[in-house]
């Protein structure tokens, strides 16, 4: 296993902590050092932020409509219900 | 964003994202304003839905849990405190009833053996760069449709953290404590959800996993 190897398995097993900011300043600086040096795992942290952006940003498919009927409709009658 | 863990991420400026008259609805709703409650039933339902689809993966299962988080919400109303969004309130009803009706129908399914530790088989291959806005090459729907069809290609245990940490943007803790799982057990989950759904939007932005994605 090369030098490189190891550092890009470090990355991945640090990589969620990297994204969502839960990693100390000084292990930022260290895998910053590495993303300069290492094209690969920099493009896995682009594309994988990438990821989580693109699902996080997408609207929902909307409700199909009879879903939504039998919601309501449900809902009302429970609702009113509960407050006779 | 989620609460302790997560550097401000791309939602939390979602355009359109309602908050502003969300307390007064919640304020109206409990005091038995029904008209203010289903507005905020239209407002959350498509999210609520989702959510619970994403969870059970069975278009019943998520009509009725999501039905009973609403009922529920309703019901218990006045021990909302408003110390967090109603929305975040919501979720964890709703996670709690979809969780529900996955143990119902798949006892099994939320259990899996794992260790912290990254496998060879997680190592990315061939990586290639997207460009600045990959999703932008597809209209809304049919976005929307390839996402939620990435997403069902994960076994439960990924999918619902996943959907949890990075769509509900719950922390890994809470979203610990609503599944019964250790802190390192979801961020381990996390990390392969990631990396399987980024290797799926690999394989469609490069062309290869279009088709397949897409449906008939």
């Known amino acids: ?84 | 964003m989620a609460p302790t863990d997560r550097t401000p991420s791309p939602a939390a400026s979602r355009p359109g994202r309602p908050v502003d008259d969300e307390t007064a609805l919640v304020a109206a709703a409990k005091g038995g304003d029904i008209g203010a409650f289903e507005s905020l039933v239209h407002r959350y339902e498509g999210r609520i839905y989702r959510l619970t689809y994403n969870i059970t993966q069975n278009r019943e299962d998520a009509e009725d849990a999501t039905q009973d988080a609403f009922l529920k919400s309703y019901q218990h109303l006045s021990g909302f405190q408003g110390d967090s969004r109603f929305y975040t309130w919501l979720v964890r009803i709703a996670v709690n009833e979809a969780l529900m009706k996955l143990r119902r129908r798949r006892p099994n399914e939320l259990s899996l053996d794992e260790s912290i530790q990254t496998d060879e088989d997680m190592i990315p291959r061939e990586i290639e760069d997207w460009g600045p806005k990959p999703d932008q090459r597809f209209e809304q729907g049919e976005l929307q449709n390839i996402l939620a069809r990435a997403i069902a290609t994960l076994e439960p245990p990924y999918r619902i953290v996943f959907q949890l940490r990075d769509i509900e943007e719950l922390s890994t803790e809470e979203t610990a404590r609503l599944l019964g799982l250790s802190v390192p057990a979801v961020k381990s989950r996390l990390l392969r959800a990631r990396l399987k759904l980024r290797h799926t939007l690999d394989q469609l932005f490069r062309g290869s996993a279009r088709s397949e994605l897409q449906g008939s």
Request: net charge negative; with cysteine.
């Open chain 1, 1 to 84: 296993m090369s030098c490189k190897e190891v550092n890009c398995r470090t990355l991945l097993t640090e990589l969620c902590d990297f994204l969502d900011g839960g990693l100390d300043s000084e292990t930022v600086q260290e895998i910053k050092l590495h993303l300069d040096r290492c094209e690969d795992c920099r493009i896995l942290v682009d594309t994988t932020r990438k990821t989580i952006e693109i699902f996080c940003n997408a609207e929902p498919v909307p409700l199909p409509q009879g879903v939504r009927d039998r919601l309501h409709k449900a809902l009302e009658q429970r609702l009113r219900g509960s407050n006779s």
